[in-house]
């Protein structure tokens, strides 16, 4: 197959929140390290299976050579978790419209360029990713101890996700209906004190520090009239009324559609 | 709840629009203090609501434990806190009353918020009962 020219921009943009989201689906680009959460606490919010014990599986190990032949079972490589024939699950994030790093649409953008064998979905204040239980694990630490999480604005939420658009809490917390993190006053810090559906964990655990408000508006992805308008990015603007002309008139008159 | 009664006219409210959502030991202490602001006929609160029991997922059933659903003492008067309070709507007997009320709540706010809010003078919460209430067999 020839090799395609083609050289991604993934977006437009030369203010804060667009350059901030062109970096953040940019696969080569390396996002910031904040926090290291085991990956024992990790299993333990997500909730689908104890720490240390085996993954159900839903087939046997492709190893075993048991699929039926096919030309894209040969092209595609499959990921650890298909290999070793996991059951798919989910993690799923919850982002603050008050000045959370990352929001699902980029998130979704994000995915899509950064890991392989996921399937995603966007909803307005959150984003689920299904994939291979191992996979999954990796990928939820991933974005855990990332820049893209911060601990009192962004949430991780299986069930009852509602928040993502409320006022914060005097605390300074994203609202949870079913307060699966509270603030730990003393240590300065947050805490998860339930799994992503709710279900109390044995002991508290810890994410870290929420990050300053000035860090989190350096590090935004999202347009906001009070801070950098959407409309004060000529680019953006021009890029977003192309796509909006092409999607109308495409469904319309396709052959009016003439483009340089 | 407030049982709904019709009033003739519909009296003037100060809503209090804080910048957070309160703790339930801060709304306490704030609709303590407002109960003793000179004309207050009645407070109401609006917020997020808060559940007893978990309603969906696998936990379903299981209970919540919200630490700011909890039994708050108001008036010497012990309720319990259901929402996670984000709108207070203080409502003052008579327009006459409304400027100095202000002053009084902005005061009695000032002291216990430890965020900006807002101060705004309108009607917030219904006056009179709805379609629904009678629906609901609250309103004989």
Redesign the interface.
């Known amino acids: 197959m020839a090799k395609t020219k083609y050289k991604a921009q993934f977006y437009p943009g030369v203010t804060v929140p667009a350059k901030n989201r062109r970096r953040f689906i940019d696969p080569s680009q390396k996002l910031e390290k904040l926090r290291d959460v085991p990956m024992d606490d990790v299993v333990k919010i997500l909730?689908h299976r104890t720490p240390g014990s085996d993954y159900a599986t839903i087939h046997p190990p492709l190893e075993e050579g048991v699929e039926p032949d096919c030309p894209v079972r040969a092209l595609v490589e499959p990921i650890e978790g298909a290999k070793k024939g996991d059951r798919i699950r989910y993690v799923q994030f919850t982002d603050s419209v008050y000045w959370c790093p990352i929001i699902p649409y980029v998130r979704a953008q994000m995915y899509m360029w950064r890991f392989r064998g996921i399937d995603t979905g966007t909803l307005s204040g959150r984003q689920i990713i299904e994939m291979r239980e191992r996979d999954v694990e990796k990928v939820a630490k991933e974005l855990i101890d990332n820049e893209t999480f911060d601990t009192a604005r962004t949430g991780i939420r299986?069930?009852?996700v509602?928040?993502h658009g409320?006022?914060?809490?005097?605390d300074?917390l994203m609202?949870d209906?079913?307060?699966r993190y509270?603030w730990n006053a003393k240590k300065g810090e947050v805490e998860y004190v339930k799994d992503q559906?709710?279900?109390p964990l044995d002991k508290p655990v810890p994410v870290g520090k929420p990050m300053p408000e000035k860090w989190l508006k350096e590090h935004t992805t999202m347009f906001r009239a009070d801070g950098v308008d959407m409309r004060d990015d000529e680019e953006v603007m021009r890029q977003n009324l192309r796509i909006h002309t092409l999607r109308t008139k495409c469904g319309f008159k396709p052959f009016d559609v003439k483009e340089e | 709840m407030s049982k709904p009664a019709s009033e003739e006219v519909p009296l003037p409210e100060i809503q209090i629009f804080p910048e957070r959502l309160l703790h339930a030991e801060t709304t306490e202490t704030l609709l303590n203090k407002l109960h003793k602001v000179k004309n207050v006929r009645k407070i109401t609160v609006q917020g997020e609501e808060l559940p007893e029991i978990m309603r969906s997922g696998p936990g379903t059933g299981g209970p919540v434990d919200h630490p700011n659903r909890k039994l708050i003492n108001v008036a010497g008067e012990e309720m319990e806190l259901r929402v996670q309070v984000g709108r207070i709507f203080v409502e003052i007997c008579d327009l006459d009353f409304v400027p100095q009320a202000l002053k009084d709540v902005e005061e009695v706010c000032k002291e216990v918020l430890p965020f900006n809010f807002t101060l705004e003078v309108g009607r917030y919460s219904k006056f009179k009962p709805t379609v629904s209430d009678y629906k609901k067999g609250l309103v004989k």
Do not use: K, N, P, Y
């Open positions: 909730g299986g069930a009852t509602h928040g409320v006022r914060l809490d005097q300074g609202f209906a079913w307060q509270r559906v709710g279900v």
